[in-house]
Structure formats: structure tokens, C-alpha cells
């Protein structure tokens, strides 16, 4: 254990924090800091910055919120494979996780592994005040270092600053650990993951991009194959506005000059999807909350009546001028072509209406009007004016818009007092509200997890990570169950290890 310098305890005003945040490095230096004592409000959380929760200042609260706002988007989360290996148990299966999750690098001077695991349940077993006089108070370790056992990255802006400067850092990463979920300790083996599935009557699945990726559509953010990483040539200051619904009424071409890329381009469905079907068959299968795109739920034979498409489909689209609705497939050579395309009733009624004839402008109108790229049939045609068509938008959910009601009535009137087993499949459980719903379903349900990388948000009972078809084939066949996919080959072989340093998150691979 290293030994922390003589700092107060963990308080700091909230002047300190603005200055800690400052580009005046001299700040940095002269940031006092209180010497109240640490408290817990009644949720059992750290109070570790400006004044006490039940303070009357109301112009404190206000700038107490903007600086942990601000330190909030300066955070850059890390995961546990960015941990340092440290022991002979957590080097033991070292490369093996590095061949699956691909990680970026380790942290220099972090917790090891085993120590992260330690300091979590040592927080979760005494309580923040207990646990920071145990760490911080009694010099066992820094602020700098025990911030990377609650997946906080010590920030480089504060590089060779006195270490209660990772106070506010340590206080947001402490409080998050505190409002996860708290793992169920009785589920660790894969023979717990396979009896979940036996005795399971009404499972709920989450799922995400990742149950499609062996199809060859690309999810959205792994960080060299996944969508937002290959649109940097559309020129937006963040790829997620391609799916934002304002840029599209003001520019659809911008978010059809990729829709082809996660359009599906076959009728089939991968063998996860087909795990899910056969949960269906089983009679075991409550509700499939899916977050993608692609309908191929449908394909792989998923009823309506047990389907949530939470952000919608390309089944269907509509006009965002007269809300005209077509079958997906009317859009589909369109879209394919990069094309934008158009309302046909809109046309009709618009060829209608004018007797076939083009309406002129008045003379001026619209000159030196710059035409944005949308505008594929205002074609400026000897000074006269065509109505223009309504465009045609998936019925895709995008950000700016409501998920569909069926998702918040099903959840909440009658999927969380029947689930009694939780899957989430291909999916980081980044967006929301999908990303809560499991912290939404009763403590006491058990919850797995079926992706290529873990989440260091969400604490899951059991964590199986892998290629998802691989998983999802290796579960079927220690439960007899007969998942028949031409993507699975005959006589696979799958090795399964537990990861050194957790009780219950096992890395699959297949023997080649």
C-alpha cells in the first residue's frame, strides 16, 4: 500500500473546485480546503463538496450543481481492463481477456484488479464514512490512485497536484458504486447461469447492436468498426447527431447518406436472435426489449405480442409532412441509393391539386437563397415553383423523440412484477432510458450479462463475455436445448474460464 500525503479530510469548498477546474495552474496550488468533518446524507452517499445537502444557500446549491456538472463531463471512464495486472491468479488469464475486449492500454499507477474488487466490497460492507477513514484519512492510499477502483481515470489536467484535488473526483465515483445495483452473491457459476434458465419462467431480454454484428451490420460505437467512428467526413461535432430528429427536419440527406450502412441487407437473423425464439418456444421468453433497428426479430420469428421495438424499425416509415405510412420496403431502393426519399401521396396530392401544372414564383422570390442539399426536386426551372413532397422517415426513434408508449406501460404495469430472470445481450447500456431498465426490474431478480465487453456502470450477477452467438450456442448445448443455426458449426468447441480476480464473470472463446 502507498501512503497518502497529510490532506484534510475529504471536503472541499465549492470555490476550491471551481479553482481545481481554472486554467490558472497557480489555483491549484493555493486551493484550501474545509476541515469538516465527512458526512453520509440519508441515502448512505458521501457529502464530500460545498455545503451540507440540508443547507439553506441556495446560491451555493445552484454553483454546486454547475462544478460537479462540469466535472462530470471531465471525467473519461476506464474500465477493469485497464486495471494493472498484479498476482499470479490475475495474470493467469491475462491474454485471454486482452484477445477479447481489445483494450486500449493499462493505467499507470492504478489498483490492481483484485484490489478494485476489494475496495468495492470493502465500501459496500462498512459504509463511504467507514470506508474513506479506512483509506484516505488513515494515509493507506491516495485519492489519485483509489479513483481507478471506481472506474475513474485521474484526469491529465491535474497531473502533479496535490492529491486532494481527486477528492471531487473520488466523491462522484464513490456515489456511483453506491447507486448501482448490488450483485446477488449466490449466482457465480455457468451451472448457476444454466439453472437461471431452466427453472425461468418469464425472462426478460435486453439487447443491443452487438446480437447483429455477425450479420455485417456495424454497431455504433466500437471504436474502429463500429458507425460513429466512420463519420467523421459528414463534418458533425458529435456522429450521434446523425440521429438526432432536428437535424434531420433540417437535413435529411445527411442521415440517408448512411442509412444503408445499418439497413439489413438479407432476410436473416443471427443464432442469437435465434436464442431468443427458442427461449419464445420454451414459453419462457416474457419480453424482448430491443434497441435496434434492423427488424430482424421479426425474421427470426419473435411475436409482436412479445416484442418491444424501443427505438423503433425500419418495418415501416412515414411522412413527416402529412404522416402518410408506407411498409419499410417502399423506401428500401431509396435508401439503398442514398437517395432521400418522398412522400407519394404527398406528390399525388400535389399533381392534384395544381392540375399538373408548375406554380411561378413572384418575381425576386427566393433569389440569392442558398438551397440546401434536401432539396433534390427544387430545381430552379425558368422561375417557376414545384410543391415540394414530404420526406419519408423510418419509424425509427430518434434522439429528440419519445420511445414508444408500449415500452414505459409494459414495463411498468406488467413486465416488473412478472420477470423472475433478466438477460442483456450485445448491448453497452449507454442510452436511456434502455440503459435503466435494469436497475428498474426488483433487486431480487437475477440478472446476466452476454457481450464481447464487460460494463463498468451496471453491476450484473453473472458476466459472460464472448462473441454473443458463441455464448448463446455453448449455454444451449450444456442445456440440451436444440438451437439449430447454419452460422453455428457442427461439433464447436468452446472454452469457457472464469477471469482471475471475480467470482463470476467467465470469458468464452471457441477452441479452433
Not at 228 to 234: E, K, V
Request: aromatic share 6%; net charge negative; charged share 25%.
Amino acid at each position: 500500500m502507498t501512503s497518502a500525503i497529510d490532506d484534510p479530510p475529504l471536503k472541499a469548498s465549492t470555490l476550491d473546485i471551481i479553482d481545481l477546474a481554472s486554467d490558472d495552474d497557480s489555483s491549484i496550488g493555493d486551493a484550501s480546503v474545509r476541515e469538516d468533518p465527512i458526512r453520509e446524507d440519508a441515502s448512505g452517499q458521501v457529502n464530500a463538496v460545498g455545503e451540507d445537502l440540508d443547507g439553506s444557500d441556495e446560491s451555493d446549491d445552484g454553483l454546486l450543481w454547475d462544478c460537479e456538472s462540469l466535472y462530470e463531463d471531465a471525467l473519461e471512464g476506464m474500465g477493469d481492463e485497464h486495471l494493472c495486472y498484479g498476482g499470479e491468479r490475475d495474470m493467469r488469464n491475462k491474454n485471454l481477456w486482452q484477445s477479447l475486449t481489445e483494450p486500449n492500454g493499462l493505467e499507470p499507477g492504478a489498483c490492481t484488479l483484485e484490489e478494485a474488487i476489494a475496495y468495492r466490497q470493502q465500501l459496500r460492507t462498512v459504509g463511504s464514512t467507514k470506508f474513506l477513514m479506512n483509506t484516505i484519512q488513515s494515509h493507506a492510499i491516495t485519492a489519485k490512485k483509489l479513483c481507478t477502483a471506481f472506474g475513474i481515470r485521474p484526469p491529465t489536467f491535474l497531473e502533479g497536484a496535490p492529491d486532494r484535488a481527486y477528492h471531487i473526483f473520488l466523491h462522484l465515483g464513490i456515489n456511483r458504486e453506491l447507486q448501482k445495483r448490488a450483485k446477488l452473491v449466490q449466482y457465480n457459476t455457468i451451472d448457476d447461469v444454466v439453472q437461471l434458465l431452466k427453472e425461468a419462467k418469464n425472462i426478460i431480454v435486453i439487447t443491443g447492436a452487438g446480437i447483429s454484428t455477425s450479420l455485417g451490420i456495424p454497431d455504433f460505437r466500437s471504436k474502429e468498426t463500429g458507425l460513429y467512428s466512420n463519420l467523421a467526413h459528414l463534418g458533425l461535432s458529435d456522429p450521434q447527431e446523425v440521429f438526432e430528429i432536428q437535424l434531420f427536419r433540417e437535413d435529411p440527406s445527411i442521415f440517408y447518406s448512411i442509412a444503408k450502412d445499418i439497413l439489413p441487407s438479407a432476410d436473416k437473423f443471427s443464432p442469437t436472435h435465434g436464442f431468443i425464439h427458442l427461449l419464445q418456444e420454451k414459453g419462457k421468453l416474457l419480453t424482448n426489449y430491443t434497441q435496434n433497428i434492423d427488424n430482424l426479430e421479426i425474421i427470426a420469428g419473435i411475436r409482436e405480442d412479445k416484442l418491444i421495438q424501443c427505438h423503433g424499425s425500419f418495418a415501416s416509415a412515414s411522412c413527416i409532412k402529412c404522416r402518410y405510412k408506407v411498409e419499410g420496403q417502399a423506401i428500401f431502393d431509396d435508401v439503398k441509393a442514398g437517395k432521400v426519399p418522398r412522400c407519394s401521396r404527398c406528390i399525388t396530392e400535389n399533381e392534384s391539386s395544381n392540375g399538373g401544372k408548375k406554380r411561378k414564383r413572384g418575381a425576386g422570390q427566393n433569389e440569392g437563397k442558398r438551397k440546401r442539399s434536401s432539396d433534390d426536386s427544387a430545381e430552379d426551372d425558368d422561375g417557376y415553383d414545384i410543391p415540394e413532397p414530404g420526406v419519408m422517415k423510418p419509424d425509427i426513434t430518434f434522439f429528440g423523440e419519445s420511445l414508444p408508449d408500449p415500452f414505459h406501460h409494459r414495463l411498468e404495469n406488467h413486465d416488473r412484477e412478472l420477470v423472475d430472470l433478466a438477460i442483456t445481450i450485445g448491448t453497452s447500456l449507454k442510452v436511456a432510458p434502455v440503459s435503466e431498465v435494469v436497475g428498474f426490474l426488483p433487486p431480487s431478480v437475477p440478472q446476466i450479462y452476454i457481450s464481447r465487453e464487460p460494463v463498468s456502470h451496471v453491476n450484473f450477477d453473472l458476466d459472460l463475455l464472448g462473441d454473443c452467438d458463441v455464448v448463446v450456442a455453448e449455454l444451449c448445448r450444456r442445456l440440451n436445448w436444440d438451437l439449430q443455426h447454419e452460422m453455428i458449426p457442427k461439433g464447436q468447441k468452446v472454452d469457457v474460464q472464469l477471469q482471475d480476480g471475480y467470482q463470476s464473470r467467465h470469458l468464452f472463446k471457441v477452441i479452433e
